[in-house]
């Protein structure tokens, strides 16, 4: 696991995991995440998961943790472009909110009865 970062305008740093986010790469995670929120400027942590192809409860907790840690030390973070597999264990653990994912929007489809008519 490796953890890309950069910074950009305004107290934003944007960190980019590459690699499976499970018990095993968790903590470099977390280390990643502390370095970022140690930093005197920031303001908005980027997690940006889109070299994550898997993503298990120890991931979702590193993420919580340093979504917890950036709201007491007065910044935000939020999770951009997962792959599907990670957005779904996101949202089926109900993360998606607490760390600013869009709400997936459903396509609509013959047997839906609130789809428009075609």
Do not use: K
Request: proline share 8%.
């Amino acid at each position: 696991m490796r953890v890309d970062r950069r910074h950009e305008d305004g107290g934003r740093i944007v960190l980019r995991p590459v690699g499976d986010l499970d018990i095993a790469t968790a903590a470099v995670v977390q280390d990643a995440l502390d370095a970022a929120l140690d930093l005197p400027d920031t303001v908005e942590l980027v997690v940006d998961l889109t070299e994550v192809p898997f993503l298990d409860s120890t991931g979702v907790a590193a993420l919580l943790r340093g979504a917890a840690e950036a709201v007491g030390r007065g910044a935000s973070l939020r999770v951009v472009d997962p792959q599907p597999v990670v957005a779904r264990v996101l949202r089926i653990t109900g993360v998606d909110s607490l760390v600013g994912l869009a709400p997936r929007h459903r396509r609509p489809s013959a047997v839906d009865p609130d789809a428009p008519a075609a």
